[in-house]
């Protein structure tokens, strides 16, 4: 069995929580070097980041499922701030990798390495709900090894509403990133949008990264990216990942993948009071988020 490493403390960069391991790494992290042909996937964490990684993967592969099923999703495109401990290092690290590379960040924009900027890099962001959001990220807490316990629900949702979470205020990360893509190339997309109309969205994100793809492709894509087949799929569901990591027996990574699910685990209050806060919060941005479909 594996040894368990111990669960990460948070630590303030810039005011955001990170993971104590991320702060340690903080200047290499700040100092990457971007490449012009890299292409960025950043969402706050639980958007749906494994989902758009795949379809990225798909639509760079012309729709060949046999070359993303060669490694997992999370050693193809690596996590720039991920810096997990020996012995639980995974996969290549970006530096390494040979162009062009697909990579994924939850950072907020506002942390985002400068050389991204620079570079011009194209960036695609996918955003969801805040209750959805909320309620994968504690399941998800309860299974992650490395993360800080989450304690009962109803002081999770308490931290994570006002920010005290990894990554910080859902908020100021999807206003953030709202904000950067009318001065950067960023394809902004939706989670329910994703779910409502996947054909439409995937045709999004091709012609953002300039292929053009046969309905054929397309459909195969879909099928491929499928919620029921990435659950079942060892190199996107996350089961290769060691279990004192990743504790699948309590929650799975593809766990519902639906819109609506905080109706199971939100109170009528908590909800009222989320869309009150919502509204104040977002009424500026123009950002609108559906909470069911
Ligand atoms: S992470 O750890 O932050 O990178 O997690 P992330 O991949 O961003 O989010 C995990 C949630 O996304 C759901 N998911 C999907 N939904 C619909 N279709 C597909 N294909 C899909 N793939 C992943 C996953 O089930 C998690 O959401 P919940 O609500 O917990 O099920």
Redesign the pocket.
Known sequence: MDPKPKGWRLVKIEGVPLTEETAKNWNEIKDFQARPDDVLIC?????????I??IVEMILHGGDSQKCDLLPNYERSP?LELFLPKPFLLGVKAEEMPSPRIL?T?LPAKLLPPSFWKQNCKIIY?A?NIK?NA???F??RRM?QLAPDPGDWNNFLENFIAGEWTYGSWFDHVCGWWEAKDHYPILYLF?ED??ENPAQEIGKVARFLGVELPELVLSQIVEH???K???VNPM?NFSTMPSSILDHTV????????VG?WKEHLTVAQSERIDDICAQKLRDSGLIFRTQL
């Open positions: 969402t706050f964490p639980k958007s749906g980041t494994a989902w990684q795949e996590f994924k939850h996918l969801r959805d309620v994968s990220s399941c998800f992650n989670y994703l779910k990216t499928a919620f087949s990435m659950k996107t929650s799975s990574y593809m766990r519902k993948g639906t699910d």
